[in-house]
């Protein structure tokens, strides 16, 4: 399910033509009716545009809804069973400007100004430590607690019974309730998205959310990054031990257990009840299934199926591990 923006002013009135001209395409016989916003192929609605890049996504591209899809050369004949193709030569770069258009402001991550957090009249049943920052748009539920030294930076809503930890920053970002974060973690920054260019890298507009669930504990030192067109999902109770990295993206489900320095790259699917021991590695794009055992220092390159033990690298059968290592 789709969430609505609630962080990003979204231009309103972008129609066809408008898009056309951005990706420097002929403006052709379409009717220039007007698009409603970008998103990711999953959750797109009717007259949005959305992108494919990769063969991986068939199945979401057979359901999806979206009037238009950027696609390349390559997969045109696949997507004009389902939508209408709009063909360019670079379909991230395409998304990025198109994107751009909706979200006029996106790569602009610079912090709005602060008021102080001893405006008391307006969070009464919160405490806060000593230095803490409050920025615009931000909502804290009752006796909710903030340390010292954090920043809650514009664009944030947190629940009730929640415990934000020292020397935390926090953006764009919903926390639901009864919700630790501990020390110096940091949630809601943009992804590392860009292209790489000789001169100059062009940034990638991240203007998705970070969205963390009910009973959930974020260990210290965490880096959790928003998404770009989807959103940063960490489920109902599900805990983080310290030093974890999560991508733009990453859809985390409920009740996992992540111990310290797993790295998530973006867009990684992980199911709910997975078990990922220290310092495993989970490669972008990928899905884990439920109930999933990763050991570890395992470094996982392909999709795993619930019910799955695995270790190693690349990951494999825990039982087919300890055979190859035991000969």
């Known amino acids: 399910m789709k969430i609505k923006n609630l962080f990003f002013k979204k231009n309103q009135n972008i129609f066809i033509n408008d898009i056309l001209n951005s990706l420097k395409l002929k403006k052709n016989k379409l009717k220039n009716i007007k698009i409603n916003d970008i998103t990711d192929i999953k959750n797109a609605k009717k007259n949005d545009i959305s992108f494919y890049n990769s063969n991986k996504y068939l199945n979401l591209l057979k359901k999806t809804k979206a009037k238009y ?86 664009n944030v809503v947190i629940g009730k019974n929640c415990n934000i930890g020292n020397n935390v920053v926090i953006k764009k970002t919903i926390i639901g309730n009864n919700v630790m974060i501990l020390d110096s973690s940091i949630i809601g920054k943009k992804g590392f998205g860009f292209f790489p260019g000789i001169k100059k890298n062009l940034r990638y507009p991240h203007v998705g959310m970070v969205i963390i669930g009910d009973n959930v504990e974020v260990g210290c030192n965490n880096t959790i990054d928003r998404g770009s067109l989807s959103n940063t999902i960490i489920g109902n109770n599900t805990f983080i031990d310290n030093q974890v990295h999560i991508a733009h993206n990453v859809n985390i489900g409920k009740n996992c257990i992540i111990t310290a320095q797993v790295g998530f790259a973006g867009s990684a699917t992980i199911g709910n009840k997975v078990l990922i021991g220290g310092q495993a590695g989970i490669s972008g794009h990928l899905k884990i299934g439920n109930n999933v055992q990763i050991g570890g220092g395992s470094g996982v390159i392909k999709n795993i199926p619930d019910n799955t033990r695995v270790m190693g690298y690349p990951a494999k059968d825990i039982r087919k591990f300890i055979k190859d290592n035991n000969r």
């Open 69 to 154: 899809i950027i696609v390349n050369e390559e997969n045109f004949n696949i997507v004009k069973k389902y939508s209408t193709p709009l063909i360019v030569d670079n379909v991230l770069k395409s998304v990025a400007n198109v994107t751009l258009l909706f979200y006029p402001n996106s790569l602009d991550d610079s912090s709005d100004l602060f008021v102080s957090s001893s405006d008391k009249y307006k969070y009464k049943s919160v405490k806060f430590g000593k230095n803490t920052l409050v920025g615009k748009n931000v909502k804290i539920g009752r006796k909710t607690i903030i340390g010292h030294n954090t920043i809650i930076e514009s």
